[in-house]
């Protein structure tokens, strides 16, 4: 079983950083971040596969947040930069034991308990 626990997360104004954590117990292949907005789906933000660390982002965040991971602490990192107000949501850990490992809900399977992210102009 696959258990996830977010920590992070915050206020800043615009223009500002960020780091979302997130640890991991379990066997994992592919980790990702999504971020729920006002009236749509959980939307993949950046996705990452635990063995080799390739890595897939939304083009919305591309230049600004970065996905990584320490392996030796089971935990993953959401590092965002040059924040903007369209930013602001909550945002959830993800993991997946299979699988594309894109930046799709249905890809999968298990879910942090989410981290508000809030960012004033």
């Known amino acids: 079983q696959v258990q996830l626990v977010e920590s992070g997360g915050g206020s800043v104004q615009a223009g500002g950083s960020l780091r979302l954590s997130c640890a991991a117990s379990?066997?994992?292949?592919?980790m990702g971040w999504f971020r729920q907005t006002p009236g749509k789906v959980r939307e993949g933000v950046a996705t990452?596969?635990?063995?080799?660390?390739?890595?897939r982002y939304a083009d919305s965040v591309k230049g600004r947040f970065t996905i990584s991971q320490d392996n030796a602490k089971n935990t993953l990192y959401l590092q965002m930069n040059s924040l903007k107000p369209e930013d602001t949501g909550p945002y959830y850990c993800a993991a997946a034991q299979g699988g594309g490992c894109r930046l799709r809900y249905g890809d999968f399977d298990y879910w942090g308990q989410g981290a508000q992210v809030t960012v004033s102009s």
């Open positions: 990452i596969y635990t063995s080799g660390g390739f890595t």
């Open positions: 379990g066997y994992i292949y592919c």
